[in-house]
């Protein structure tokens, strides 16, 4: 008798212990792994309702240079650079599995002054017009009230060439970055385009022979800021 009110026992207590573990691998706020944002075909339709042709509405490069003067390159500057002025400059938008954003004939030349190392900054300011690769991807808003309302989050690729530094050609690295984040909701179409652009300039690398980290040296003055502001054509 007293063998089956030990076992009795036993078992309410693993029952008792099992419950309080399991219990407490659901808190009041769960990570569904299942989210929409995780689900294929929003993240397909959410792509390919982003993709196409965006026109270039306004455009603007910051620079503050090693003396501290700033200047801002404008719309009309900045077309005039172009290989074709006469044509209308466009970034363009990858869908799903090409989740990517190319930005033409950017004047990274024009960051020459921002460089303290006179012989990498006569190799930029030679360079020509350079397309820019950010990479996009999208995650749920932390927060948020509904499922479907999310945040694209943008990551510039890093730009190399070889360039002749001082008589020498070195590879050379422009590492970007981007603080901007778009939000969205991917049940309403209207939400689903990307009006603008925001990225930095953040190092610039000599890699092989005499490396150089430019970021150290630049200290909290010289900057780089390009934004661009588009609208997406008509599929």
């Keep these: 008798m007293k063998l089956q009110n030990a076992k009795s026992i036993l078992f309410m207590l693993i029952t008792v212990i099992s419950g309080c573990f399991l219990t407490s691998c659901h808190?009041?706020?769960?990570?569904?792994?299942?989210?929409y944002f995780h689900r294929e075909d929003n993240v397909k339709r959410i792509c390919n309702t982003l993709a196409g042709n965006y026109n270039i509405k306004s455009m603007r490069i910051v620079r503050t240079d090693q003396s501290g003067a700033t200047v801002i390159f404008k719309d009309s500057a900045l077309q005039a650079m172009l290989p074709d002025p006469s044509l209308q400059p466009q970034y363009f938008v990858g869908g799903y599995g090409d989740q990517q954003i190319t930005i033409p004939n950017v004047p990274i030349n024009l960051a020459a002054p921002c460089l303290n190392d006179t012989a990498l900054a006569?190799?930029?300011?030679?360079?020509?017009?350079?397309?820019?690769?950010?990479?996009?991807d999208l995650s749920e808003e932390t927060g948020a009230e509904k499922e479907s309302d999310g945040?694209?989050?943008?990551?510039?690729?890093?730009?190399?060439?070889?360039?002749?530094?001082?008589?020498?050609?070195?590879?050379?690295?422009?590492?970007?970055?981007?603080?901007?984040?778009?939000?969205?909701?991917?049940?309403?179409?209207?939400?689903?385009?990307?009006?603008?652009?925001?990225?930095?300039?953040?190092?610039?690398?000599?890699?092989?022979?005499?490396?150089?980290?430019?970021?150290?040296?630049?200290?909290?003055?010289?900057?780089?800021?390009?934004?661009?502001?588009?609208?997406q054509t008509k599929q």
């Design 151 to 231: 945040v694209i989050r943008f990551y510039p690729q890093p730009l190399s060439l070889t360039l002749n530094v001082d008589g020498k050609p070195h590879v050379v690295e422009f590492d970007f970055k981007s603080n901007y984040a778009l939000l969205i909701d991917g049940e309403e179409p209207a939400s689903l385009v990307i009006p603008s652009l925001q990225i930095e300039l953040v190092e610039v690398k000599v890699i092989g022979g005499n490396k150089q980290d430019i970021s150290d040296a630049w200290g909290n003055s010289p900057q780089f800021f390009i934004a661009c502001y588009g609208e």
């Design 122 to 136: 006569h190799a930029v300011s030679s360079m020509p017009a350079q397309n820019l690769v950010i990479r996009y």
């Design 27 to 35: 808190d009041s706020n769960p990570r569904w792994t299942n989210s």
